[in-house]
């Protein structure tokens, strides 16, 4: 089943531990995407990546670091978490980026005491 | 930054009634998206619609993209509980900007 696989899907963290959530899909597309969704703000993008090393910064991506070694996977790192990065956050890939349409993962709920 | 104004924020209707959710802005898109989520869930995809005028439909959804790319409506005909939900328009630009959503709740 072609899928966007996101982990954990829940997480409760201390402030300022490191923290990884993975992505990985297994449709070959090769642009992915980090997005946050929060209560009246909506979904905001954190970074995505149009290819393997490849990498740009979305609206909000300070607090977050992200790398694109191989294709299928993308993983978030937040080195440093703080309350603020309370989120539902979802990753998401497309076969041919921003114009035509993300399939996104099931979310990962992060939540930083 | 681009901005996507969705309209209403909330509607609330009975089974079987048509309704009409807007999404507007000032900027010009290459495309736009519609979405739809569910709770605990990721959105999504419905439709993409890329040219100024562009018409399309998914069974009982209607999606349109305005003259000057930069609006787009979705019209839902005989609503059905099933499609209750968040819709989202995105704009398909660098980087891809969601609206905030209308919340749509179909009751039988």
């Known amino acids: 089943e072609a899928q966007v696989t996101q982990n954990p899907r829940y997480l409760i963290t201390v402030t300022g531990k490191k923290l990884t959530v993975t992505c990985s899909q297994n449709?070959?597309?090769?642009?992915m995407s980090w997005y946050r969704q929060d209560p009246g703000l909506g979904l905001r993008q954190i970074y995505y990546s149009m290819n393997v090393e490849v990498t740009d910064k979305g609206d909000v991506p300070e607090g977050y670091k992200v790398s694109r070694k191989e294709k299928r996977n993308f993983p978030l790192i937040l080195e440093s978490p703080s309350p603020n990065q309370t989120s539902l956050y979802f990753c998401?890939?497309?076969?041919?980026?921003?114009?035509?349409?993300?399939?996104f993962g099931s979310g990962t709920r992060l939540t930083v005491v | 930054t681009q901005l996507l104004e969705q309209s209403p924020q909330f509607l609330s209707i009975q089974e079987g009634e048509n309704l009409t959710v807007y999404c507007n802005s000032s900027s010009v898109f290459s495309s736009l998206q519609w979405y739809r989520q569910e709770p605990g869930e990721g959105p999504v995809l419905l439709v993409t619609?890329?040219?100024?005028?562009e018409v399309k439909k998914l069974k009982r959804l209607t999606f349109q993209f305005g003259d000057a790319r930069k609006d787009s409506s979705l019209h839902i005909t005989a609503a059905q509980p099933g499609d209750t939900g968040l819709y989202l328009c995105?704009?398909?630009?660098?980087?891809?900007?969601f609206g905030k959503g209308t919340r749509l709740s179909v009751i039988a």
């Open positions: 995105a704009g398909g630009n660098t980087p891809l900007v």
């Open positions: 998401a890939s497309s076969s041919k980026g921003h114009g035509y349409g993300y399939t």
């Open positions: 619609v890329v040219t100024g005028g």
């Open positions: 449709m070959n597309h090769e642009y």
